[in-house]
């Protein structure tokens, strides 16, 4: 993903000359063609980050595009007030790029993990949210977040990510994306856990159990009507998230179904539960250790499922 952002941010800056790369004492290296090339568009502003941001609203207020790049829990966190009242209450045309969503820096432990950039982001008015699934995904995020007019929070792995996608398709701000139909159950993912839930469908398929995979690669705004008709052709839902379900991904569709959904479905949040991370390891250790693995997606969803087939037969007495 990070590749992919850096290579179509590089071709973006070749066409606008208004297009800045700022960043926060990291992506030196990996900006090396940026800096060679456009030298008078890179500011290093080192581990100061509340100051990028601020710089960055008002390099915006100039009628310039900064695009302010660092470790995602960094930039959501320590610079909020600065987001909050220099970017969103102005409506400054700033892009907040978060590279190492989750738990992708898994051995720098929690205080590298970010696991609630997605719900401090959401609370601000005027933001929009990109969680991409994929490299092609990303670029295509990364070219819509040139065209939006305000703020903007790109959360990206790093470093590579699995392909979701084998061909071209048609991105749109804010509207999710079946990537395989189903009628049992739907699952409901975003970032680098639309490739674990891949997975997990293809498992459920073996056990007989017809998955439908949407994968939400805009978190804010949210797409009300690929949910809403989940929920009424599968009568389950299974949000997957590599986030706190607090304020995350489950959050942002519980509210959908609780204020629109008129019918009984049954539903679950799969992600951390008011906690930090646990431990150290792999990016694959941290999924297993934290309960978003490949085995619990099937294990959540075979409940769920089973719950369904309990109240139809039910019903049908």
């Known amino acids: 993903m990070r590749d992919a952002y850096l290579s179509e941010l590089y071709n973006l800056a070749k066409k606008n000359k208004d297009i800045l790369a700022l960043v926060a004492d ?21 581990i ?7 710089v960055a609203a008002g390099l915006a207020s100039c009628g310039k595009i900064p695009f302010a790049y660092t470790i995602a829990c960094f930039i959501t966190m320590r610079a909020f007030e600065q987001i909050r009242n ?30 609630k950039d997605i719900a401090l982001m959401r609370v601000l008015p005027e ?15 990364t070219v819509a977040t040139v065209e939006i007019d305000g703020p903007v929070y790109l959360r990206l792995a790093t470093g590579k990510t699995s392909d979701i996608y084998t061909s071209d398709y048609d991105f749109k701000i804010g509207k999710g994306v ?35 995979l949407i994968n ?19 009568k389950v839902i299974l949000t997957v998230e590599e986030h706190s379900v607090f304020g995350g991904l489950g959050s942002a569709v519980s509210e959908i179904l609780l ?12 992600g951390l539960k ?16 934290n309960g978003i693995s490949v085995k619990d997606i099937i294990r959540e969803s075979k409940k769920l499922y089973e719950r369904k087939k309990g109240v139809l037969l039910n019903r049908k007495r």
């Open 259 to 270: 204020e629109e959904c008129n019918i009984c479905i049954q539903f679950k949040r799969l």
């Open 127 to 141: 933001m929009i949210i990109f969680s991409p699934a994929d490299s092609l995904e990303t670029k295509k995020a």
């Open 26 to 46: 990291n992506g030196a290296i990996v900006y090396d063609d940026f800096r060679r090339d456009f030298s008078d568009r890179f500011i290093n502003f080192g």
């Open 274 to 289: 008011g906690v930090f991370s646990s431990e150290y390891g792999s990016h694959e250790d941290m999924k297993r250790i």
């Open 178 to 212: 079946v990537l395989k139909e189903g009628d049992d159950i739907s699952i409901i993912a975003t970032g680098t856990m639309v490739y674990e839930s891949r997975q997990a469908v293809r498992d459920l398929e073996k056990l007989g159990i017809h998955a439908r």
């Open 48 to 54: 100061s980050e509340a100051n990028m941001v601020s």
């Open 216 to 234: 939400i690669h805009t978190i804010k705004p949210l797409d009300k009507e690929i949910i809403l008709k989940a929920a009424e052709e599968t």
């Open 86 to 115: 220099d970017v969103c209450l102005q409506k400054m045309n700033v892009k907040l790029v978060g590279i190492g969503a989750g738990f992708v820096y898994s051995n720098l432990g929690p205080t590298h993990h970010a696991t």
